[in-house]
């Protein structure tokens, strides 16, 4: 167990909805990340929280939109869904920003678009 | 683009054979992490090696980074079949910004 906790573990909607993953990093973990899987692909990194600012993005569409709040927790918010979209969408966190910190990967969200 | 690319895509071995997987990068890091994946699992790090290190070990893997040639090795030795899965390398730049990932080696270890 890594100690980051992502809800729901499943998430099947459709074609044009808007969905929110939820994730909850270890405790005293001040980053989160998100990432993007699609099948047999790689981890695109779509977006980075430090202590509730955003810190760094990558591949992130405009369709999607994070935030992290106070307590730490995270949100990834993806709308305007399309089939495309269908992915595990992983959370991570980490100590701190820089330096030689590792990340602790949840389970993910598995989403899948119909 | 991503940061980190490995090579193989995929590697196909026999359970007590070493399996060798390579990363290349393309800026300056300030260090370089190898982790494991499970079939639709989260990833789990293994190891992480600091640009002013030249190999690392931990139990039977050994890494290696080569920061002017901007690549990496991780090495499995005496591989069993539980070592099958996916493996990535994933990059912390100066900023220390970032994990970002390649997109990662599958490993088939046969009984």
């Known amino acids: 167990d890594s100690g980051v906790t992502q809800t729901p573990k499943h998430l099947i909607t459709a074609t044009g909805q808007r969905v929110t993953l939820r994730c909850s990093p270890r405790?005293?973990?001040?980053?989160v990340y998100w990432y993007q899987q699609s099948l047999d692909q790689g981890l695109q990194f779509l977006i980075q929280?430090?202590?509730?600012?955003?810190?760094a993005k990558g591949n992130i569409l405009e369709r999607f939109s994070a935030q992290q709040f106070p307590d730490l927790h995270s949100e990834l918010n993806l709308s305007s869904l399309e089939l495309g979209d269908s992915a595990l969408y992983f959370c991570?966190?980490?100590?701190?920003?820089?330096?030689?910190?590792?990340?602790?990967f949840g389970q993910g969200t598995r989403l899948t678009v119909v | 683009s991503q940061q980190g690319e490995e090579d193989p895509q995929a590697l196909s071995i026999q359970e007590g054979e070493n399996a060798t997987m390579n990363c290349s990068y393309k800026?300056?890091?300030?260090?370089l992490q190898w982790y494991r994946q499970n079939s639709g699992r989260g990833l789990v790090h293994l190891i992480l090696?600091?640009?002013?290190?030249r190999e690392k070990h931990s139990g039977r893997l050994r890494v290696t980074l080569d920061t002017s040639k901007k690549s990496s090795s991780l090495l499995i030795t005496a591989s069993r079949a539980a070592d099958t899965a996916s493996y990535f390398c994933a990059t912390e730049d100066n900023y220390g910004q970032n994990f970002v990932f390649g997109p990662g080696t599958r490993l088939s270890v046969l009984p």
């Open positions: 991570a966190s980490s100590t701190r920003t820089g330096t030689n910190t590792e990340a602790f």
């Open positions: 405790s005293g973990d001040l980053s």
């Open positions: 090696i600091r640009s002013n290190e």
């Open positions: 929280y430090y202590n509730g600012e955003e810190r």
């Open positions: 800026t300056s890091i300030n260090n």
